[in-house]
């Protein structure tokens, strides 16, 4: 179990099921984490403490999932100075074009790192999270480098269609 956690926050309830990929991932990487379902509009102070005690509590990175308008993650990282990576939730307006460019577009000097839509983005957002943390910690670089592996291994062993 390494010593750095990550924060997965999330602009609603309605986003768990996509950002379940997130700590689906941390799990399996055995990374401990913490879940909330905050608002940048709805509940703007409690998202401000949250994300602003995460660094001296030994947090690594955020995960920040919203859809719409998505300000989410561009709250959170002007809150913390740790890397804060942003999953545009799936909407009806191109499938989350919407969310997609409320996350992606911030203002120099306040980066996001933003991923695809959706559970898709959650996921990669969590390995994303898993590979920072490597970088200062052998057996996390490990695992991740051995899921990699892992991975080509299992596609190479499909890759014959005919
Ligand atoms: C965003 O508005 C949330 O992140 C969610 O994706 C979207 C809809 O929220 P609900 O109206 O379902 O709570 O802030």
Redesign the pocket.
């Known amino acids: 179990m390494t010593q750095f956690k990550v924060a997965i926050i999330?602009?609603?309830r309605?986003?768990l099921e996509a950002m379940q990929e997130a700590s689906d991932v941390l799990e399996q990487f055995g990374v401990e984490y913490e879940m909330r379902a905050l608002?940048a509009?709805r509940t703007p102070a409690t998202v401000q403490e949250f994300i602003g005690g995460l660094a001296e509590r030994g947090f690594a990175a955020v995960i920040a999932?919203?859809?719409?308008a998505?300000h989410?993650a561009g709250v959170c990282a002007s809150h913390t100075h740790l890397p804060v990576i942003g999953v545009p939730?799936r909407t009806s307006m191109a499938g989350g074009l919407d969310s997609l460019l409320s996350t992606v577009q911030m203002p120099r000097g306040i980066p996001v790192a933003t991923t695809a839509t959706g559970g898709s983005g959650a996921y990669n957002a969590a390995l994303l999270a898993v590979s920072m943390i490597a970088l200062s910690d052998a057996e996390m670089r490990e695992k991740y480098v051995a899921f990699r592996a892992a991975q080509t291994e299992k596609v190479l062993a499909q890759s014959v269609i005919r």
């Open positions: 999330m602009g609603s309605s986003d608002s509009h999932g919203a859809g719409g998505a989410l939730m």
